[in-house]
């Protein structure tokens, strides 16, 4: 099924590592592809990762897959860069942890989880560029709350295409 | 599982929120009043522009760093910055009151105020 039943940490520790380094990829990946017109507005296919390690390993995991990503927006991008990603990504991963039993539940897909969690992280980049910048950037909310729904609807699509395969990693013999 | 399921109603609540919070900026946004006039702060000293002015001024902060300021059709922005970071020439446009942008490397903001807003100070009374 979905979770481990085992309680191999190594095993998890392993799987956390591996989704860290699909995140981080998936990360680089986007900042080759060509900017959207917006500034700060991103795809978020390192969400992916992050949700898909919150699915398997629990909240704890994904929070680690998340920190990393942080981690790696220091490296690659500055500071600035790194507090803003760190604002919204502590807000979608709380999202995230308060939405995923829903989907166990059957009352939302990862779509639904993938848009809430865009929407926090916007959320949560704004407030932190208008804390370390100006309360201007509100004015760019609309705009990339609407380009949040759409990027989270893809991810989330993706996720739920890609989860059920991926579950043959909880497999644990 | 989700397996075979790509959508079901519950999704639909976080897109209505995500859709109803981007409208509610949008309407919060356009209500806030339009900016008056262009308060600039440098570390020697404070002028205003009306907003409804056409010029371009060189602002000339800390450590000899210039900014150009251009004002047009009833908004400012810093068109060019010396500084490495250009934070306030990412800021863009200024046009509503309470609007801002800073350059902390020249000591240099600028906010934008309405006629109210510059007027305030002199209506408290205690």
Known sequence: MSTFKTESISYKLALIGMLAAVCMALSALEGWLPPLPVPGARLGLANVAITAAMW????????????????????????????????GTV??????AILLPLVRRHRLTFVGVSVAAAGCHTVGQLLTAS????????????VLLLISTVSGTLTGLVLNALVPKLSVFSYHP | MTKGRWFCRGDLIPIALCLAAAIAVCVWCTCRAQGQELCVTTPTEERVYALTDHREETIV????????????DGAAYVHQADC?????????????SGDSAACLPAGVVLTVRGEKDAAAPDAVAR
């Open chain 2, 84 to 96: 490495p970071d250009q934070v306030c020439v990412h800021t863009g446009r200024l046009t509503r």
């Open chain 2, 61 to 72: 902060g800390n450590n000899g760093l210039k900014l150009t300021l251009v004002i047009e």
């Open chain 1, 131 to 142: 804390w370390m910048l100006s309360t201007a950037v509100v004015s760019y909310a609309p």
């Open chain 1, 91 to 96: 807000l979608s991963l709380l999202i995230t």
């Open chain 1, 56 to 87: 398997l390993t629990g909240p704890v995991g994904g929070t680690a897959v998340g920190l990393c990503k942080v981690g790696f927006a220091f490296l690659t991008r500055g500071a600035s860069a790194a507090l803003m990603a760190l604002g």
